[in-house]
């Protein structure tokens, strides 16, 4: 094992607590900077610092995406390897794109990568990356379900530089700003962005100015170090073995046939294997990604079931994650990569339901496992565009310890689930209705959370269409350790006074919608965990006092003890 700098405990511990505060601060600047509600609401975004010649990941701020950790690194080392190309890297140089095969998740998510300089010398990369509310395509707000190719889905920037020398390219800009239908939405978000990154700089100049940078350097590798060693204790602890695992996507969205995504689970001593063989091969549709991301989403399963581990690169040294070439998850430009997130959950259900055979005390059952990304979109009376996006909660698996969390956000992310409020005072819609679903939720020793019941009604006089990228429509979140599946999404749409679905069960795009017409989403509970017998008849009968379970679906589940804990 490589040597590391010695750095004393105390000092170690205050300047990790330094760095990961300087990608909070990022991330905070961004939140309350963003004009689109996607990061300043729901906080869809990350920030982090990153290695000079390796781009691994070496501090991410708490409140950004789990999924971005990984990505990152990705992303940074598309721009060491372009500047390598182009021309060094120089202080004042900040790096934009979206490519989603080099950098990672989708093209969304706009990057930005502004190396850090210390008296001449390269010290390490800044980071930002965020998520933009249109970059043009074929969909509004760009999650198209029928996209065969990247150019479907938005406008697709490799790594360029932005500025140089600290000197902006209005070109670069100005390219930007014609690609998306909201640019006033992109300029405060690209904005936001860069005074993200300005404020890392001058963050950096002060924890530096304060211990030097020969101590923060060398901080910096004993943090990889430490990390790679406390995974490899965590995977010592575990019993050695293999165990596989596998789920289905519900389609592509262009061919109505089930994907399966498999996973076999190996732990040898203190290192572990990751092996996707068997995984659907690429498809046309929008739910492949691409490499990048899929290695960021092995990482995330991780830290689910390892919480203590820290936010740096080192945890993956003992990990090794097989991917097979050619499949959905190691699709090459310009495959369609739009749906990303739904692909990610369900490689990160299957690593939980693997990684619960061997040791189901560290996990919790399938949560929901669909974002259900809807974009309704239309213009208003005075012609201007409108675009809502947004993402759905759902129920998260039950645990060792507890029932699962009623209606929470997908677990590849800290991101909140944009309030109501929010939404109806920047779009023509209302709410019918925002509620918890009944009969959501997988039954088990300790039950899923609720899934939700989202109603949507469009109030601009000129109507709408409405945009659906989903998933378990067909395929059941699962529980573990003899837990029971929950309930299926479903969706719906007003068509001239009848209830529709779509053809795809989870996936349509151009559904028009007339004023006073609305949508509905239910979304998925969660899986349960344990056996359902084992569940305590007073915490039954207290479900059905709550409506969360009526008593018909009670009796199904867990027969009638529960009956006489009714007062």
Same mark, same amino acid.
């Given at each position: ?26 991330? $905070? ?59 060094? $890297? ?56 029928? $996209? ?294 997988? $039954? ?124």
């Amino acid at each position: 094992m490589t040597e590391h700098a010695e750095i004393d405990p105390i000092t170690l511990a205050v300047l990790a607590g330094r760095m990961e505060q300087i990608a909070d601060e990022m991330d $905070a600047t961004l939140f309350r900077s963003a004009f689109n509600p996607i990061i300043a609401e729901a906080h869809d975004a990350s920030h982090g610092l990153y290695h000079a010649t390796s781009g691994d990941t070496l501090v991410q701020g708490k409140s950004g995406l789990p999924i971005f950790v990984g990505v990152m690194s990705f992303a940074v080392k598309a721009v060491i390897e372009k500047a390598a190309v182009s021309g060094q $890297a120089e202080d004042g140089d900040i790096w934009i794109f979206n490519d989603a095969h080099v950098g990672g998740t989708h093209l969304n998510d706009m990057r930005l990568v502004r190396p850090y300089f210390r008296d001449g010398q390269l010290f390490c990369y800044l980071a930002s990356v965020g998520h933009w509310h249109d970059l043009g395509g074929g969909v509004p707000g760009n999650y198209n379900p029928a $996209a065969t190719d990247v150019f479907q889905e938005a406008f697709v920037l490799p790594p360029v530089r932005l500025a140089q020398k600290g000197h902006m390219n209005q070109d670069i800009i100005d390219i930007l700003m014609r690609n998306t239908r909201l640019p006033q939405s992109a300029m405060g978000d690209l904005n936001g962005q860069l005074g993200a990154l300005d404020l890392g700089v001058r963050r950096m100049d002060e924890l530096l100015d304060e211990y030097g940078a020969a101590t923060v350097s060398a901080a910096l590798e004993a943090l990889g170090h430490r990390a790679e060693t406390l995974m490899r204790a965590e995977l010592a602890a575990l019993p050695d073995g293999r165990w596989e695992a596998v789920d289905y996507l519900d389609n592509d969205g262009i061919k109505d046939e089930a994907l399966p995504i498999a996973v076999s689970l190996e732990i040898c001593g203190d290192r572990m294997v990751l092996d996707f063989e068997g995984t659907a091969p690429r498809c046309a549709g929008p739910v492949n990604i691409a490499l990048p991301t899929a290695v960021a989403t092995a990482y995330v399963a991780i830290k689910h079931i390892f919480p203590a581990l820290p936010a740096n690169a080192g945890v993956m040294r003992p990990i090794e994650v097989k991917i097979p070439e050619g499949s959905l998850l190691a699709a090459e430009f310009p495959a369609p990569v739009g749906g990303y997130t739904e692909t990610i959950l369900r490689m990160i259900d299957v690593i939980f339901s693997a990684a619960a055979q061997a040791a189901p005390d560290r996990v919790v059952a399938n949560a929901y496992g669909t974002i259900n990304a809807l974009s309704i979109a239309g213009r208003r009376s005075n012609g201007q565009p409108w675009v809502m996006f947004s993402f759905y909660g759902g129920g998260h698996g039950g645990s060792l310890e507890s029932d699962g969390l009623n209606h929470g956000n997908a677990p590849i992310s800290t991101a909140t689930i944009p309030p109501l409020e929010i939404l109806e005072a920047a779009y023509p819609v209302m709410f019918r209705q925002w509620a918890l679903r009944p009969d959501s939720a997988g $039954a088990g020793q300790h039950r899923g959370g609720l899934g939700a019941v989202y109603e949507i009604e469009v109030l601009e006089e000129n109507g709408a269409e409405a945009f659906l990228f989903g998933e378990r429509g067909r395929f059941a979140p699962q529980g573990v350790a003899g837990g029971g599946e929950a309930a299926l999404n479903q969706f719906s749409y007003d068509q001239d006074g009848a209830q529709a679905c779509p053809p795809m069960t989870s996936k349509m795009r151009g559904i028009p919608l007339k004023a006073g017409e609305a949508v509905r989403l239910e979304t998925p509970g969660g899986g349960g965990y344990g056996p359902a017998a084992a569940r305590d008849s007073a915490a039954v009968a207290r479900d059905v006092a709550l409506g969360f379970l009526s008593a018909a679906e009670a009796e199904r589940l867990y027969g009638t003890a529960w009956q006489e804990q009714q007062a």
